[in-house]
């Protein structure tokens, strides 16, 4: 990987000189500058994640209610025409470093940043501080004819200096196209390597799983115990090694396929789960309630789906020999975020495991006791991750889990 692959976007467009978010088509924040945040006394991590006009909630001042009337037009005409949009010039009061309010005026402009298939992936909203300018417009009478030159130059020179942002904004969307266009090589790259690798090692456990199957049943009345017992356990060790090549090939494509988002019922992912799962449920004897009905969300049904069968399959699997599962599942909303939640009444998870449990390979049992490949609980912490949401526990050892995921609310 070349030099210019290294580069943290991230962190460049962090501190950029000027005021800029980064929408999502469905008008989420993806990320902030700190300039933006500076001249609005937020938080980078109070709004990151949220809905933009969750921001301007109902609490605004009048005159911030029109510039989110103004602004919605403006980024719904990006999203219907791909094209950069302006939404006028607005009176905005913000909290000043003392926690003064102070009266400031912006100019806003929001400009799509399109995938190699047309579809707009991000918009980039920028807002210029046009205060100087408009306060000098407000001058007395008295004064406004001594002034006038300097508010034209000031106009001027504003004008020129979003021109020239305007035109390096250009530049490095460009430039990240090239980049993009470049990592997507990388990754598909990366991908058929993969592929190709899960092919490779899979093909062989499956013969070793066959050959040593069809061994114990051709020939079982020359094999002493001790040689069928052997043959079983390479049957067994060889069906566990395919298990964890195909978690670990699904944890893989999470973090270079396209995740696609769109509103989503979560009555029907879970329904859907329901069924797929329902011989393993009656195997089990369990009892599964779902307090209906559950919202909408934005996010990928396929991983959602991955989700929920990996949670289940939890809720079902840690559990005392003697005691029949019953999982509960309820979701809860606040504002623009959906926590979904598994409840089991398992065998619980000491609080010191539950920062480790969401990592690769962690295994707090035996296999012998519990099957499973240590992959299940990264698939759910990464997938929620790829769709800007959170994975969590709230468990005690013998008390059952509490399993909870959180994603951005459908508008």
Not at 99 to 110: A, F, P
Not at 351 to 363: E, T
Request: charged residues 25%; glycine residues 6%.
């Amino acid at each position: 990987m070349n030099g210019a692959m290294q580069v943290d976007f991230r962190l460049l467009f962090e501190r950029a000189p000027g005021l800029y978010l980064v929408l999502d088509p469905h008008f989420f924040i993806l990320a902030a500058s700190d300039q933006y945040l500076h001249a609005t006394g937020l938080r980078r991590e109070d709004i990151v994640g949220q809905h933009l006009f969750d921001v301007f909630n109902d609490e605004t001042p009048a005159t911030d209610k029109v510039l989110a009337q103004e602004l919605r037009r403006s980024l719904e005409a990006v999203v219907l025409e791909g094209a950069a949009k302006g939404a006028g010039v607005h009176k905005r009061d913000v909290r000043g470093p003392g926690g003064e309010m102070e009266e400031r005026y912006w100019s806003l402009l929001n400009t799509p940043v399109s995938g190699q298939d047309g579809r707009i992936r991000y918009i980039i909203h920028y807002v210029d501080d046009v205060t100087e300018v408009v306060k000098l417009k407000k001058s007395s009478d008295e004064q406004r004819g001594h002034r006038a030159g300097s508010m034209e130059t000031q106009a001027a020179f504003h004008s020129e200096e979003l021109g020239a942002t305007y035109r390096q904004l250009q530049v490095a969307n460009e430039e990240l196209a090239a980049r993009t266009t470049e990592l997507h090589n990388s990754l598909e790259t990366m991908q058929t390597f993969t592929y190709t690798i899960a092919h490779d090692l899979r093909a062989p456990l499956r013969q070793l799983t066959s050959f040593s199957t069809l061994v114990v049943q051709e020939c079982a009345s020359t094999l002493d115990d001790f040689g069928k017992d052997c043959l079983l356990r390479i049957a067994d060790a060889a069906r566990r090694m395919d298990r964890l090549t195909r978690d670990l090939l699904a944890y893989g494509q999470l973090t270079h396929v396209e995740v696609t988002t769109m509103p989503v019922s979560l009555d029907d992912a879970v329904t859907k789960v329901l069924q797929d799962m329902a011989p393993q449920i009656t195997d089990r004897k369990a009892e599964v309630d779902v307090q209906h009905p559950l919202p909408r969300v934005i996010g990928n049904v396929t991983l959602i789906h991955q989700i929920l069968v990996n949670l289940l399959d939890n809720a079902l699997k840690f559990m005392p020999e003697d005691r029949p599962p019953r999982v509960v599942i309820s979701s809860t909303q606040q504002n623009n975020r959906v926590r979904l939640c598994i409840r089991d009444n398992g065998i619980g998870i000491d609080p010191r495991y539950h920062g480790k449990i969401f990592a690769l390979f962690v295994r707090l049992h035996k296999s012998s006791e519990y099957s499973g490949t240590g992959i299940g609980l990264a698939l759910v912490k990464k997938a929620m991750e790829r769709m800007l949401g959170k994975a969590g526990i709230e468990s005690a050892h013998g008390e059952g889990s509490s399993f909870w995921v959180e994603f951005r609310a459908a508008p």
